[in-house]
């Protein structure tokens, strides 16, 4: 089985994990919550003149957001662009930082169980036994070998934060098959403008240098890590996808080593040896069974392979990878397979 939606997965991990120390640095110069702002910011402005580059180019391979898709994307950014940053900030002013940092690695696990449970993708051991290490690493690089949690109030919000985004995460999947870079813009700006607007209202701290450092680390960290995030869901479903996301902290710790010299750890060789067993699992996983394709009418990036047998007009674009609308006829075969756009049925 081709995994190219793993590489997608752990380059999204690589390139949001690199941003933590880049993002550490920039801390003299710009206030916490303002940072997060102008982060996502960053990420939406980029991207948005990317798009638009690539449009007036006319090189887009990739399908535009359908009218289909909009109830989709428009609570993927409600829940993980405006109400996610709002109960974070509102937890993170009432709870230690070390419990925080510990409530934080339950996004995987609440995106792992909405995409099984509720979006019923499939699961066997392997994948959440590998997600069980992969979460159970993070828990351990964040652990401060103390847990105080400032009272109830400050821990269910950051928890609420997390529920957030785990329901962005699998809404995302719904418009996965659309143009990932249009997808990362919207949510990039959208989770800007909350993020730095609540900042500004509880700090004010804002320098020109520093916002400028800011807006580039978030086009590379945040925008690009989100592009690749979105392939990944495209390819593999929410659950891996958030799996393989989750080993972004550890890439962030040593990086951090490299760069501001921090110590290496028990805790970091442990938490990297349990996310590599994870991985390992997820990478071993082989989900093969015969399985009908229902007829499907869509439009996204395809070449011409198993599932994508078909005339075209002659308006239809040449070249491949290419996009157009296409009815996808019933099919029934065996071969290995994620819960990709294509592959989204149902278990015994």
């Not at 993980?80 to 510990?102: D, E, M, R, Y």
Request: aromatic letters at 8%; charged letters at 10%.
């Amino acid at each position: 089985m081709t995994r190219p939606g793993v590489r997608h997965a752990l380059l999204a991990a690589l390139v949001f994990g690199a941003s933590t120390p880049l993002a550490k640095g920039l801390l003299a110069d710009v206030s916490p919550q303002v940072l997060a702002g102008l982060l996502y910011l960053g990420s939406g402005m980029g991207l948005s003149a990317l798009w638009f580059l690539r449009r007036r180019a006319r090189h887009a391979a990739e399908a535009r957001l359908a009218r289909r898709d909009l109830p989709w994307l428009l609570g993927a950014i409600g829940f993980g662009g405006v109400l996610a940053p709002l109960f974070l900030l509102g937890g993170l002013t009432k709870t230690p930082a070390s419990a925080a940092s510990l409530l934080l690695n339950l996004e995987g696990v609440f995106t792992a169980l909405l995409a099984w449970f509720v979006f019923r993708e499939n699961v066997d051991w392997r994948v959440a036994l590998g997600m069980v290490a992969i979460v159970g690493g993070g828990a351990l690089l964040t652990w401060q070998g103390r847990l105080a949690w400032g009272g109830l109030t400050g821990p269910l919000a950051i928890v609420t934060a997390c529920i957030c985004w785990a329901i962005d995460n699998n809404l995302t999947q719904k418009v996965s098959a659309s143009d990932p870079i249009q997808i990362a813009a919207l949510k990039g700006g959208v989770a800007g403008s909350v993020n730095l607007a609540a900042g500004l209202l509880l700090s004010g701290a804002l320098s020109i240098s520093g916002a400028a450092g800011a807006l580039v680390v978030g086009f590379f960290g945040y925008g690009l890590s989100l592009v690749f995030f979105v392939l990944a869901l495209r390819s593999l479903g929410t659950a891996r996808t958030g799996a393989y996301f989750s080993t972004a902290p550890f890439v962030g710790a040593v990086l951090s080593i490299l760069l501001w010299h921090e110590p290496v750890t028990p805790p970091l060789l442990a938490a990297g040896l349990l996310m590599a067993v994870g991985v390992w699992l997820h990478l071993k996983e082989r989900h093969q069974h015969a399985h009908t394709h229902e007829p499907l009418t869509h439009s996204h990036a395809h070449r011409h392979d198993t599932h994508h047998q078909h005339v075209h007009g002659p308006d239809d674009p040449p070249g491949e990878p290419h996009t157009h609308v296409r009815t996808h006829a019933p099919l029934t075969h065996t071969h290995p397979h994620y819960p990709d756009i294509h592959h989204r049925h149902g278990h015994e």
